[in-house]
Structure formats: structure tokens, C-alpha cells
């Protein structure tokens, strides 16, 4: 399955930008709505070459076929997730990249050094929800046949929920033939999570990162990158406020805690999320490597055609 439709049917000069547009927006609706709800999933697509891979953990996948090229990364850590996705074309192929990942955990709240918290029995924490993406595009029409149109895509997206407090968000940048540059912001529940919680409570976390390239089009060439690094995560709880039976806030010890102990792993979301294995080793990401290669490629395709 192609992410974007083949060359045959893409390459038709009488096809309006709109249309363009509507084609790319329906092989993203698509990928959504296929994406499993798997640890780390990591999909790229380049002419009719399909890869795929899904793994707990770290997922990537790379395609490369004729001067185009497509990496999609997805990884999850205790407390975190990331995904980044690349894709630049040349020429008629179409290239897309998906890089996908969610982690799920829950946690038992417990007292921790302070025995006794009064008359308190329910508890209003607040946690930042670190979060941060990036989506860059390039497109210019062939100098050889101006004629042709391109498009080039690129989204992140997150999402959160922890007990019942939620949160998402989404970034889009699009670019078409003659058209303006696109750029589109959503979210809804903000990035701070506040929600009760009582002794004993065995409370769920769930996060998701999404990051997706998707280029096409003939004749020009155009370059996508979506990031979402390395950011969604548990930041830890800032604030505790205490309730008694009847709802009235009471005065909590100056060295309260409460501990948030994971019922997998003995994790204390107290604090903050666990360290990234996967950036621990001094040397680029492959998104990195990624990103470094198609910003070469675009500055010597711009010398060839400033030259030209």
C-alpha cells in the first residue's frame, strides 16, 4: 500500500492545486486511520516501495529509489515517547515517511516519607506535560518543466491522558504549486495535566507521538521533515493540593510527597520521566542523519539552479 497515489496518477499537468492538495490530505486520513496502536511503528513509502516496521521500543524504516528518499522514526521510553519522519523527492516519485509511538503505564499513589496527612483524603496534582515538534518544507517548481506542479506536507502530532485530564496537539505545514505556504495549529487541553487522585488509586498514563512527510508531484522538487524529537514526557508533579471528605482544601506538611509507583517497572512518577536510551550515545539520531542529508540535497539543487 502507497502512502500517496502512484506517479500514473499523479502526473497530470490539468489537475488543479486544490485537487493536488485534496490527494495528499486523503493519504494522510488514511495513515491515521491505519496506524495500529503498537509501541513504535515506523512506515515510508518511495515510488511503489513500501517499508513497515513495528517494534516495542524503537521502530525506523528508510527507502530509497532514484533520488528520492523516506525515513520514518518512532521510539518509546519509560515516560516519553518521540517519532520524526523525512521525505524528499526528485523528479515524479512521490515519497512519504510516518514515524509513530505510544507508551502506557499506570501508577498506585501511595504515601511517601510522611505518614500522616491529617484529614486529608483526595489530592489535586499538577504535572507539565513536555512537549515541543518542529515541521520544515522546501518545494520550487522543475526549471526544466515549470509547468508541473509539487506538494509537500509535514505534521506532528501528540497526544495525552493521564487519569481524567487530556490534551493534544497538531502542527501542519503545506505547500502547492502557486500557491502560499500553509500553516495550520490545533490543540485542546493545554500541556499542564491537573487531576485528583486518593490513596490507593492506581491512576493510567498514556502518550503518543506522530510525525509524518509526505512529498509529491512531478517535474519539481520539494523536501518535508516533521520532528517531534524527543519531548512529549512526563515532567514530573509540580504541585500537590490536599481535600478532606467534604471537598475543604487542608494544609499539607511542608515535607509532604506523595509516590507514583509503577505497577510494571517499581518507576516513581513523582518525578520525571525516565532518561532516553535512545540519545544517550554521542552520535546523530537517524532523523538526524536524515534531516543533515536533505538539507545537502536542497542546497545543491538550488546551486544547479541558480547556475542554470
Partial sequence: ????????????????????TALALAALASLLQAAPAQAAEARVSVGLDDQRMINPGFATAKSVDQGSFAEGNGYEFRGGVGASAFASTKGVLSASAVGRASFSDSFRVTLGQVADVGSATSFLLSVPILAHGSADIDWAPSPRFPAFTSTSNAIYAYSWRVAKASGSGRHVKFKGFNTPEAVTDTSTGGLTASFM???????????????????????????????????????????????????QQVALPTDFQLALLSDTSGFDYSQAAGPNPYTSAPVPEPATWALMAGGIGMLAWRRRTVRG
Fill in 197 to 247: 487522585v486518593s490513596l490507593g488509586q492506581v491512576v493510567s498514563l498514556n502518550l503518543t507521538a506522530e510525525a509524518m512527510a509526505i512529498v509529491g508531484g512531478p517535474g519539481g522538487e520539494a523536501s518535508a521533515a516533521a520532528d517531534f524529537g524527543r519531548t512529549l514526557r512526563w515532567g514530573g508533579v509540580s504541585s500537590i493540593t490536599g481535600f478532606d471528605s467534604t471537598g
Fill in 1 to 20: 500500500m502507497t502512502l500517496l497515489p502512484s506517479p500514473a496518477t499523479v502526473v497530470q499537468p490539468a489537475l488543479p492545486t486544490w485537487g493536488k
